[in-house]
């Protein structure tokens, strides 16, 4: 019997990225409009461009993650509003890693840090066949926003 799983975060629409500017083998850039918008998401908006490109890399087969975040200083403002900008440009890559460098630019904003992203496959409780639906659908309908 299968169970049908819903997460929720608390955090409505959850992910950070309105639509796919561009895209290759080693790189994607995205766009998010951001309306008095928390400073520390500008890092999940970075932390989802690198996500997304990491998982397309894979042809969307296995669960990327997080693993984590090094020489990215803190946004210096409390709320910030405009269109953000996310560009991921994939430095290394193992079968189970990915080294990359985001920026995020939004006015006056701009950060900058590397992020380490891991990879596995899909476990027990999240249908690998429904998960990987998701994520192509996903980057098709942003790349078509």
Not at 77 to 91: D, L, Y
Request: proline share 2%; glycine share 6%; net charge neutral.
């Amino acid at each position: 019997m299968q169970q049908n799983k819903t997460i929720h975060f608390g955090v409505e629409r959850f992910i950070l990225l309105d639509r796919i500017i561009s895209h290759s083998a080693k790189e994607l850039t995205t766009e998010k409009n951001f309306i008095e918008a928390p400073a520390y998401l500008a890092l999940e908006a970075m932390a989802q461009a690198g996500g997304m490109h990491f998982r397309k890399c894979m042809d969307f087969s296995r669960h990327a993650f997080l693993l984590s975040i090094q020489q990215a200083p803190l946004p210096s403002v409390a709320t910030f509003s405009g269109c953000g900008t996310a560009t991921a440009i994939q430095t290394a890559r193992t079968d189970s890693t990915a080294a990359y460098t985001i920026s995020f630019n939004c006015g006056e904003m701009k950060l900058e840090g590397s992020f380490l992203f891991g990879t596995t496959e899909f476990g027990k409780q999240f249908s690998k066949d429904s998960l990987t639906t998701h994520y192509k659908e996903l980057f098709l309908w942003l790349q078509n926003a």
